[in-house]
Every structure is written in structure tokens, then in C-alpha cells.
């Protein structure tokens, strides 16, 4: 935008899905790249990517997806995604922090980043983090390898946790969509809590919880997701977002819920009761 491009942000549903026909109304003329998430980093929600790159097969615009989230967790596909662009990053699958990888399909080439020594195929002058390389290609192939068991394993524990939560904790929302999303995550909403009053208590109790995006964990409010999914003030600002890891025993898993609902509870024992009515300011 600073550079003069004019951007358009699509608007999602309630569970954080961007459809095709938004993408096809969106698209003019004069449409150069086509940017979405695969995977949701705050709700968890997988995009129709691969639906969207067959609606710009006769379009001039480029299809990026930021697939951070996802690589390691999901089955990637470039070809079946029919992306022209793929981005990821070592940290999301054990690998070092500071180093990331971007896919580009045959024939695209995208301007430099910066000039000199024409190292990284001419894109990215500069001597090359040989370590971070080496650590990302094996943190990766390690964690394509183990997907499978590892993905089922997750998906149990996850639904577990949503289960719980859902049952134990008042008018509590999973937000994002209920099975297309990373088998890891599980987001919620609370009425009558304040989300950041929420995860002060869980760091006490050594759970280790965001309230919206970790990228934005200094930011107060309501996330830019949820007000965009149709959360607003005050539930809004009662979010809990969880990741798991397929190393987390139900054991430790018990643990942590017994501390969120205990917790949750605690918070909306404060809260009025207006927060809990049918038709409130607490509601969405």
C-alpha cells in the first residue's frame, strides 16, 4: 500500500472461511497477486485454496498462500493447491527460529529483496544461514515423515480438549470451523471473561495459553480475526486460543483443562449476569 498497490481485504464467514465467490467478486483488471492464509494462525481454519487457484487459472494474478501454519501439520500439495507461491517457517515444525522457505512455481520470479553477492538465485543477496537451512530441511522431512500418526493423534487430543471446555465452562464458543482446521488448535470464546485477565491466571498455573494471534500477544482488544468472524466487545475480548503438541499426555491434558475452567469460572462469577442473557452486549 505505501508503495501505491491498492488492497482489497475479503471479508470471511462466521467460522473464518474466505469463499471462492468473494475471491471472484473481488478480482478486476487490474489484480496482480491473490494472498490468503492456508491455515488460520488465531482459529485454526483451513482456506479453500485449491479452489481458489482453479478460479484464477485464466486470471493474470498470482496465488500466494502463507502456509506457515500448516507445513508439518497437514498433507501440502503444490501442485494440488495450484499455488504460483508458498511460504513457511522452520519454528512451526521444530525447526530453528529465524529461517523460513518460499515455493515458487516454475516461471515465477519475483523482484529482489536486495542486491550484491546474487546469492539465494539472485533473490536474496547475503551469506546464506547454512545451519538454519540445514535445520529447517530436517526438521521438515522429520515432520512429513511422522504427519500421519502424529495428525491422528492430535485430532483425538484436540476434540478432547474442545469437548471438555465446551461442557464445562458457560456459554463457551469453539471459534473457526469445527473440523477444517489444524489438528492442533483449539480456539474458544467466554462470555464474561477478559481474555488477557484469563491467561495472567493459566501462566500462574504453568499452562501456557495466547489470547488471540502470539504475533500480537502486547495488543489489547478484540483480534482482527474475531472481529472479522462477527465477534465484537465485550465476548470478543474473552478468547483463549491453545495449541497442542502430540507429546502432551491426556494426563497433562487433564490438568490443563481443570485449570481453564477453573479459571473461566472464577472470571464470570465477577461478570454480570447481563453477559449471560440470550440477547446481550456480551453476545455476537
Known sequence: KKEGFEITRL?????????????????????????????????????????????????????????????????????????????????????????????????VRPLSVNYGGGQERGLRSGTENVPGIIGLAKALDIAVSTMEERSKVLKAKRDYLIEKILTSVRGAELTGHPTLRLPGNASFVFPGVEGESLIMQLDRKGVCASSGSACASSALGISHVLEAMGYHSPLGRGSLRLTLDASVTYEELDEAIAVIVKAAQKLQAMAPKSCFAKTHSCSR
Open 11 to 107: 471479508p470471511v464467514d462466521s467460522q473464518g472461511v474466505v469463499s471462492v465467490e468473494k475471491v471472484a467478486a473481488a478480482l478486476t483488471n487490474k489484480t496482480v497477486v491473490v494472498s490468503i492464509m492456508l491455515a488460520n494462525n488465531e482459529v485454526g481454519t483451513l482456506q479453500p485454496i485449491a479452489e481458489i487457484a482453479k478460479l484464477l487459472a485464466n486470471h493474470q494474478a498470482y496465488l500466494h498462500t502463507d502456509a506457515v501454519q500448516a507445513t508439518g501439520s497437514i498433507p501440502i500439495n503444490v501442485v494440488e493447491l495450484g499455488v504460483d507461491a508458498l511460504s513457511m517457517s522452520a519454528h512451526k515444525f521444530h525447526g530453528p527460529k529465524g529461517v523460513g522457505a518460499l515455493y515458487l512455481r516454475t516461471g
